[in-house]
């Protein structure tokens, strides 16, 4: 889907990106894999969609948000599982981590089972716990002896020659306890000037000396020499029975290699998935329908609004908009004019990204660009006015090539004189309407627009004036609430006797300008 | 006599923390003292360093250090990096990264002569320090630094500090010293009880210009984030505290001294020092290798 950062700002794309953002690092790769392939074809963008319609009603919302909570958790095992197939040592910390890898896969089968997913949809990666079980009592990891009959002995022996080498630092502290005054017991022990002025005795070796402190330690006879000696050589045949384990298990890790990609790969794809699941949770999600000449929306959201509003506790009014090739739309100041094309936008937008789009029934042509025109402000960047901006990318619009595209145009040519404006509305317009492959949404307080061009004319069906009247105006907030309540927001065919006009001076009496400037402004507009 | 120090550091039943007054002042020597009375006992035991330790020589001087022996059953907390390959280590759990990758919470099965190291944050102190005495269920002993206690302020932490000869060239100077840090390290919480509704609070440091300008003003109660905040030394920070009272927001719990006699300049009076630092301090002080206690 090709939309730039201003077209893309309106219709949601951010609020979009951060909904479908995974939890995990593989569900990360797997969202930039997918960006990097582009848009989804129709056929793709349609099964993609219907599997996640699918999962979204097997699943129960709680249990998918456990699933998730569980995908979080997952550490990656690629690092350590590419070192393993390059021969490079592993270490306990790595099997530490491969445990934990296996155990998290556990948790998210357990959630996403329990959440009412199928069995057969996880990721399988069960040789790495079978691996490592020998050293996994718990959540840790130890090399321990039942990984090898070997390792098992070599530490048996060394804790042998230990003992002898302790029995012989006995027998030597024993023998000169007597003179000392009392029994070394450790390697190293202090003898302080103050007790022990006169010589040492024999069989004590000074390791460092201080005015107030000897160090000591004892000398080792031939007996003793050979038990540590012993002991250090026992020390390096562990060492090297423990590394010969460690490169064992790394093999077998390495040997798993293509499993352990696998399911990454799958958790990637499930955690995408459950983004995408989450969202049909909450606003709902349909299988789109792809026509050429169709963009047809049934009871649609616009679900960045309706979050929004639901944050002030109020809510939002699912739109249906019956929009084939060219419409004009028209109605009253905050009718939800812009909103209603920026939902356009967005569903274009839920479909390429495979996301089934929030509404009961969507039927449209298979878009690859979307572009907004009009409704912004000065363009710093470019350092061109509102008009010029607009007009720019009106310019831009038109050059585009004819793919499949959606065009929205947001009150375009609102900021010069309204004669002209609505003189270059009706050419843009036209222009819109001769283009192959092109829908078209034109929002706009121009007169006869839809008429002079030829196209369809659609209109929020808005508030009666009876009920404009009867809100007061005052505090911001409620004024906003009650007309919310007293707005008809439903897109209709205009017919010919369609109610011309904005309710611009209501409205801004119910905003809160002064009641005189408003009175004012209905005498000079009834003249 | 070093079992009296244990008993006196693992009453307040939190972990204990040592810290040396200087470089060189056995800080290591008392840390493992601790240890040793602790296997005495058969108390299990959990431990780790604030910054790294267990080198067989110091970093910045290169003397010989002592090694840190981990026993049989000890559980330690060390930098991924710093995890000895034999014997092997059973690993229970990973926690902050730091500069020599994730911190390690690991079991000994066998005994084992290693370096041990800290995490990288004061966060990551506590967070550390909290985790090890949850796993190991029984006294942890932190290798400290002075310079990054500031970490444990408002715990229940017992801290000792090791001073000696290394910090000063007489026995009255070592123990002056002492006596100064330890009155700043004690500085009380504040308690609007007893110290009043509206203290004059610190942002940062309360330093020297700090400290005249106070001094020349009304008596008050001022209120620094905790005593390592406390940039003042000597006779400056006397008169200050006689003048003004200083809290902290969060405290520290100094509860023994140990010395160590031996210094650049030759070896001070192991009786003497002990005695000395006791009288200054106020607390508990040993000298855990000759066995002196006052």
Same mark, same amino acid.
Do not use: I, S, V, W
């Given at each position: 889907m090709i939309a730039d950062a201003f077209t893309a700002e309106r219709i949601g794309a951010a609020w979009l990106r951060a909904a479908l953002t995974p939890v995990s690092d593989f569900g990360r790769r797997a969202e930039d894999a997918a960006t990097a392939a582009g848009p989804l074809d129709a056929a793709s963008a349609r099964e993609r969609c219907a599997a996640i319609v699918r999962l979204a009603a097997a699943l129960d919302p709680d249990g998918a948000g456990r699933a998730r909570v569980a995908l979080r958790t997952v550490p990656d095992p690629l690092a350590i599982v590419s070192r393993a197939r390059a021969g490079d040592p592993l270490g306990d910390v790595d099997f530490y981590e491969l445990g934990r890898f296996a155990d998290a896969l556990d948790a998210v089968a357990h959630a996403w089972v329990q959440a /009412? /997913? $199928? $069995?057969?949809e996880l990721p399988v990666a069960s040789a790495v716990g079978t691996v490592l079980a020998p050293g996994r009592s718990g959540a840790g990891f130890y090399l321990a002896d039942a990984f090898d009959p070997v390792l098992a002995d070599a530490r048996t022996t060394m804790a042998e020659a230990d003992t002898r080498v302790e029995r012989e630092r006995t027998r030597l502290a024993e023998a000169i306890a007597e003179e000392l005054g009392f029994v070394p017991a450790a390697e190293e022990f202090v003898i302080v000037r103050e007790q022990h002025a006169g010589p040492l005795p024999h069989g004590v070796r000074v390791v460092r000396e201080t005015p107030a402190y000897r160090l000591c330690t004892l000398e080792r006879d031939m007996p003793a020499l050979l038990a540590e000696t012993e002991r250090d050589g026992e020390r390096r045949l562990l060492a090297a029975e423990e590394e010969r384990v460690r490169r064992e298990l790394a093999d077998a890790i390495a040997r798993e290699r293509e499993a352990i990609v696998a399911a990454v790969a799958r958790l990637g794809e499930l955690d995408c998935a459950l983004a995408r699941v989450a969202l049909v949770h909450r606003f709902g999600g349909c299988v789109p329908t792809f026509a050429d000449d169709a963009f047809v929306l049934t009871e649609a959201t616009f679900a960045p609004l309706a979050e929004a509003l639901a944050g002030e506790g109020r809510t939002y009014t699912p739109l249906s908009i019956d929009l084939r090739g060219t419409a004009v739309l028209t109605g009253p100041n905050m009718g939800g004019k812009s909103a209603a094309l920026a939902l356009c936008g967005f569903v274009a937008l839920c479909v390429a990204a495979g996301v089934p789009p929030p509404a009961r029934a969507v039927t449209l042509p298979p878009i690859r660009r979307v572009a907004w025109i009009g409704g912004g402000d000065v363009d710093r960047v470019r350092l061109l006015s509102a008009f010029a901006a607009e007009v720019v990318r009106a310019r831009d619009a038109l050059a585009a090539p004819e793919f499949p595209a959606l065009v929205l145009v947001d009150e375009y040519a609102r900021t010069t004189g309204p004669r002209e404006g609505r003189a270059l509305l009706i050419a843009l317009v036209e222009a819109l309407a001769a283009r192959a492959h092109t829908s078209a949404f034109v929002a706009t307080h121009f007169d006869g627009v839809a008429e002079a061009a030829r196209v369809a004319h659609l209109w929020v069906s808005g508030v009666a004036p009876a009920a404009l009247d009867g809100i007061a105006a005052g505090d911001l907030s409620d004024a906003l609430g009650a007309l919310a309540s007293a707005m008809d927001y439903r897109i209709v065919p205009a017919g010919p006797d369609v109610a011309a006009g904005s309710d611009a001076i209501a409205l801004a009496r119910i905003l809160g300008l002064p009641a005189a400037l408003v009175a004012r402004a209905s005498v000079i507009y009834e003249r | 006599m070093n079992g009296a120090l244990l008993a006196i550091a693992l009453a307040r039943g939190a972990p204990v923390i040592v810290v040396g007054s200087a470089k060189n002042v056995g800080k290591t020597v008392a840390f493992n003292a601790l240890r040793a009375a602790a296997d005495e006992r058969g108390i299990a035991y959990g431990l780790t360093s604030i910054g790294r330790d267990g080198e067989p020589a110091d970093a910045l001087d290169g003397r010989d250090k002592p090694r840190v022996r981990i026993p049989p059953g000890s559980i330690v907390a060390l930098p991924e990096e710093l995890v000895p390959r034999s014997p092997a280590l059973e690993i229970l759990e990973l926690g902050e990264r730091s500069a020599l990758g994730r911190m390690v919470f690991a079991r000994a099965r066998l005994a084992i002569t290693c370096e041990i190291g800290g995490p990288p944050s004061a966060r990551a102190v506590r967070a550390t320090i909290d985790r090890l005495r949850a796993l190991c269920a029984g006294a942890v002993f932190v290798d400290g630094a002075i310079d990054r206690v500031a970490a444990l302020a408002g715990g229940a932490d017992a801290i000792v500090v090791a001073t000696g000869g290394a910090s000063g060239a007489t026995v009255e100077r070592v123990a002056e010293i002492a006596g100064d840090l330890v009155a700043r390290l004690q500085t009380p919480a504040y308690d609007p009880q007893r110290d009043g509704p509206a203290p004059l609070r610190i942002a940062g440091a309360l330093d020297a210009r700090l400290a005249e300008a106070l001094l020349a003003g009304e008596p008050q109660t001022v209120v620094v984030a905790d005593p390592t905040r406390i940039a003042l030394r000597g006779r400056l920070f006397a008169r200050l505290a006689r003048h003004v009272a200083v809290r902290c927001e969060r405290a520290l719990h100094v509860v023994a001294c140990t010395t160590s006699p031996d210094g650049p300049g030759g070896g001070l009076d192991p009786v003497a020092l002990v005695r000395a630092v006791a009288r200054a301090t106020g607390l508990p002080t040993f000298d855990v290798l000759a066995g002196l206690r006052a």
């Open positions: /009412g /997913g $199928a $069995a057969d | -």
